[in-house]
């Protein structure tokens, strides 16, 4: 979506861009051994991803009124999704998290204090 300078962006890949494009283009790079970066792990970035994620597809976990709405088909439809997004990501992905300058470190879940810069994601 964001091509170099002096390269203009593609409006044609920009129109026609879902959450299934993705999907399919996060296989096709995981196949060709550059699988994309996306934390899925329960540190603030990860929930905010993945509630980004939810919320692009019209599902919230929680409504306006502090009732829980888990138990939802929209649910139920993310869910799959992100099973079947899953499958593309590094495995890495469950353990991440950006520090304040934005980077990405891997986290064990046995350890409390970051084991990996991971810069190059994201």
């Not at 296989?27 to 970066?37: H, I």
């Not at 934005?102 to 810069?117: I, K, Y």
């Amino acid at each position: 979506m964001y091509p170099p300078p002096g390269i203009e962006r593609n409006q044609r890949l920009i129109d026609n861009w879902t959450w299934e494009y993705f999907l399919t283009a996060a296989e096709k790079c995981f196949k060709a051994g550059y699988p994309f970066g996306l934390t899925m792990s329960t540190a603030t970035d990860g929930v905010n991803t993945n509630d980004s994620i939810f919320a692009s597809h019209g599902v919230r976990l929680v409504d306006v009124e502090g009732n829980i709405t888990v138990r939802s088909d929209g649910t139920r439809q993310m869910l799959e999704y992100f099973r079947r997004l899953t499958q593309f990501l590094p495995e890495s992905v469950f353990a991440w998290e950006i520090n304040r300058r934005g980077r990405q470190r891997l986290r064990r879940p046995d350890q409390t204090e970051p084991v990996e810069d991971r810069r190059r994601l994201l």
